[in-house]
């Protein structure tokens, strides 16, 4: 990979990580005056939207009226300047830029040939990341103002199991059995004269959400163990067998109040309310096609 190359693709995983924060996402090539205008259409239709896809790539790159002419834009090289330093400490010397443009130029050469040979036919990666690259351009087009604190509010009751302190418990359980010989243990452990090879392989599970243990050791397990009594050891059945388990600690849960967690609701509210319009406008194009199964 390239270093210019290497550079955009890091962004651009930067930019996935972080797409609740608008300020975290990554630089781009610069658009035009008259098309960052119609992105700040809230309702701009998907057509134009997807015209606009490719327009900003026939700008950065016109296609060429010989397969065989390279054209490196002022607006490539603008961008590779922008791009070789995240912290903006410094900019590429005229070395440094002709390196990149070359790796770049390199790499335009290698893809040209290659889609002449067919290469990229059938070829999923290639797909993936042509797909890829739409979906951050689509990402890029998604204006979401701030939600009110009507909206936020609203959104919050429904979705406050989020940010609640779920009931927790801490137990010790050993390894699945028959029930026979967990009730051996369990005389063994009340006796303090288990074997050494059972006091090692009984795990201490701390500080498990309740809501959690049905998952992974079945409902009759978990309402077992919230009937025991701490401190005191008692088999019990899950879903893979019979264990000796001892209820060591509990602390109810607590409900989380909107205005101790406002500004970490209003992040994941951004997140999910651009992810929304994104899917909408991916939708709005799935129209202009029709998708057959064969059988």
């Known amino acids: 990979m390239t270093d210019a190359a290497h550079t955009l693709e890091t962004k651009a995983d930067t930019f996935t990580a972080n797409s609740s924060d608008p300020a975290s996402k990554p630089s ?41 002419v390279i054209i490196v ?54 797909r993936d990341r042509v797909a890829f690259k739409l979906q951050l351009l689509i990402f890029d087009q998604v204006r979401v103002a701030q939600p009110t604190e009507e909206q936020l509010r609203a959104w919050f009751a429904g979705n406050h199991e989020q940010f609640d302190e779920p009931e927790e418990v801490g137990f010790y359980l050993t390894p699945a059995t028959d029930e026979a010989t967990a009730r051996h243990q369990l005389e063994d452990v009340t006796a303090q004269r288990e074997a050494e090879e059972l006091r090692n392989q009984t795990r201490a599970i701390l500080g498990r959400p309740v809501a959690s243990l049905s998952a992974s050791f079945g409902e009759g397990f978990r309402d077992a163990l919230l009937a025991m009594p701490q401190g005191q050891w008692n088999v019990v059945r899950s879903k893979e067998g019979w264990h000796v388990i001892r209820l060591d600690s509990r602390r109810p849960g607590a409900l989380a109040k909107f205005e ?35 059988r």
Do not use: C
């Open 73 to 126: 834009t002022k607006a490539m090289r603008q961008s590779f300047i922008d791009n070789f330093d995240e912290d903006k400490a410094r900019v590429p010397a005229d070395s440094e830029l002709e390196k990149m443009i070359d790796s770049w130029v390199a790499s335009e050469i290698l893809y040209r040939e290659g889609k002449a040979l067919g290469v990229d036919r059938g070829d999923d990666m290639i």
């Open 260 to 294: 101790d967690v406002q500004e970490a609701a209003a992040k994941i509210w951004y997140t999910e309310e651009t992810r929304k319009r994104a899917w909408e406008a991916v939708n709005r194009l799935k129209a202009n096609y029709k998708v057959q199964y064969e």
């Open 28 to 68: 781009r090539f610069k658009l035009p005056a008259a098309v960052r205008a119609l992105g700040r259409e809230p309702l701009l239709h998907f057509a134009l939207l997807g015209a606009l896809i490719f327009g900003i790539d026939a700008a950065l790159r016109p296609p060429a009226k010989d397969d065989k």
